[in-house]
C-alpha cells in the first residue's frame, strides 16, 4: 500500500511568488494535517483538515492556506513567498480526526522548498 | 500553552542503550510521542504513552512518563547503526486533535 505522497519533494521559489503543495493521504484516511519544518527544528502545526473541513491551524500568517478535496487528498498554499518560509513541509494523514485516542499520524517524506 | 524541550545530541556506542529525554509544560496533554527521522525522510511514530501510563516497553523501545515533573524519556535498548537519527518528542495538548507540538529533536550517532 502506498504511503503519503507528496509532491513535489524540492522546489525553488524567489521572495514574492506562489507555492502549491500537494499530499495524498493513505487510502481510508480522512484527516490531513500540514506541518512546517525548518532546518534544526521540530515540525510546526499549520493545518488540520479533516472531511473537507478546518479543524485546527497554527500560528501561521493568511498566507497560508489549505483546502481538501472529496478524495480526501490536500493543498497547501503559501502566498507572497518570504525568505523564511524555506522549509520542510510535511503532510500526515490520519484515520481519523477527532476521536478520544492517540492521534497516530502518517507523515509524508515532505516537500522541501528553498525560497531565494 | 505548548513547550516542548530537548537536549540536542547523544553519541552511543552500537549495542550499548541510549537515554533521550524530553519535558513538556503543558499539563493537558493526554498523549505524548516518539517520533524518529532520519536524513532527508519524513517522520516515523515509534511509540506514544498515554498520559494516565508511567512506562510502556515495546521491543526495545522503553519510555518512561513522570508527570509531576513533566518529563518523558525514551530508551532503546542494544543500539544499533539504523538507530542513527533525529528523535522527537511531540505532545497533544488538544484532545482528539491532529495538533502536536514537537520539541526541537536529539540527534542520535550510533558509533560502530
Known amino acids: 500500500d502506498a504511503g503519503v505522497t507528496q509532491s513535489p519533494t524540492h522546489l525553488i521559489k524567489t521572495r514574492g511568488q506562489h507555492v502549491t503543495l500537494r499530499c495524498s493521504p493513505i487510502?481510508?484516511?480522512?484527516?490531513v494535517s500540514w506541518y512546517q519544518q525548518v532546518l534544526g527544528q521540530g515540525p510546526q502545526f499549520i493545518f488540520q483538515y479533516y472531511e473537507k473541513e478546518e479543524r485546527g491551524r497554527g500560528n501561521f500568517p493568511d498566507r497560508f492556506s489549505a483546502r481538501q478535496f472529496p478524495n480526501y487528498s490536500s493543498e497547501l498554499n503559501v502566498n507572497a513567498l518570504l525568505l523564511g518560509d524555506s522549509a520542510l513541509y510535511l503532510c500526515a494523514s490520519s484515520l481519523v480526526g477527532s476521536i478520544s485516542g492517540a492521534n497516530v499520524l502518517t507523515f509524508g517524506a515532505g516537500s522541501r522548498l528553498t525560497v531565494l | 500553552g505548548e513547550d516542548v524541550e530537548q537536549s540536542l545530541f547523544l553519541s552511543v556506542r552500537e549495542g550499548d542503550s541510549s537515554v533521550i529525554n524530553c519535558t513538556y509544560t503543558d499539563s493537558s496533554s493526554t498523549y505524548l510521542y516518539w517520533y524518529k527521522q532520519e536524513p532527508g525522510a519524513g517522520l516515523q511514530l515509534l511509540t506514544y504513552i498515554f498520559s494516565n501510563m508511567d512506562m510502556k516497553q515495546d521491543q526495545r523501545l522503553t519510555v518512561l512518563l513522570n508527570k509531576k515533573d513533566k518529563h518523558l524519556s525514551l530508551r532503546i535498548a542494544d543500539t544499533q547503526t539504523g538507530d542513527s537519527a533525529i528523535y522527537f518528542c511531540?505532545?497533544?495538548?488538544?484532545?482528539?486533535?491532529?495538533?502536536?507540538?514537537f520539541g526541537k529533536g536529539n540527534q542520535v550517532v550510533v558509533i560502530p
Open positions: 487510502s481510508g484516511h480522512k484527516s
Open positions: 511531540a505532545e497533544s495538548p488538544f484532545y482528539g486533535n491532529n495538533r502536536l507540538a
